[in-house]
C-alpha cells in the first residue's frame, strides 16, 4: 500500500475579495479570488430589501450584507481573510441631535458630534443632558422630553423624534460647510 507524500511546504494563499454594495432596494456582494492579479468571481448573492430593511440607515444594510455572505459562505472566511470593499463610506461619527420649542413658537436646533466611540443608548443620553443644559440656562421651568429611546423617556414615537434625529445625522456627517447656522457641540 503506498501512501501519498506529505507536502512540506503549505500551499500558496490566494488573495480573496468581497465587495459588497447597496443600493435603495437591494443588497448585492460578489466574493472573487485573485491568482496572480487576475479576479475571479467565486460566488454572488443578492438580497432584495424587505420594507424594513429599506429603513435601515446605508451603514447597517452594508453591514447586514457582510453578515449574509459571511453566513453563505462560512467555509471561505473561516479559512481564509477576505479583505471587504464596497461602495459606501465606512467611517462614520456617532452624534445625537436636539429641538428645543418655547411656548412662543420659537425653535433652537443643536447638533452634538462625539469624538468618541458611543454605545445605541449614549447619544440619546447625552442629547437630553445638553437639552438640560441648555433648557437651563434659558431659566426654563417645565420641559417636555421627547426621545426614541425606551431608556430615556420609556418609547415615545420615532415619528415625534424625527427632527432631532435629522440633527443627529447632521452631526455624524459634520461638513465644515453647512448651509445654515446650526451649533454642533463636539464632547471629547
Known sequence: MSRAPLLSTP???EDLIIYLSVSASAL???LIRRPNGIELPIFYMSHALLDAE?????????AYALILSARRLRPYFQAH?????????LRQGSGAGLVLRTPDGTTIEYAILFQFRASNNEPEYEALLAGL??????????LMICSD???????????ENSHADALSR?????DDRVGRHVPIEILT
Open 54 to 62: 429599506q429603513r435601515y440607515p446605508q451603514l447597517e444594510q452594508l
Open 11 to 13: 500551499l500558496p494563499r
Open 133 to 142: 443644559r441648555l433648557d437651563h440656562s434659558t431659566g426654563a421651568e417645565r
Open 149 to 159: 429611546s425606551q431608556l430615556v423617556v420609556n418609547q415615545i414615537p420615532r415619528s
Open 81 to 89: 481573510s477576505i479583505d471587504v470593499l464596497t461602495n459606501q463610506p
Open 28 to 30: 448585492s456582494s460578489v
Open 170 to 174: 447632521l452631526a455624524s456627517a459634520i
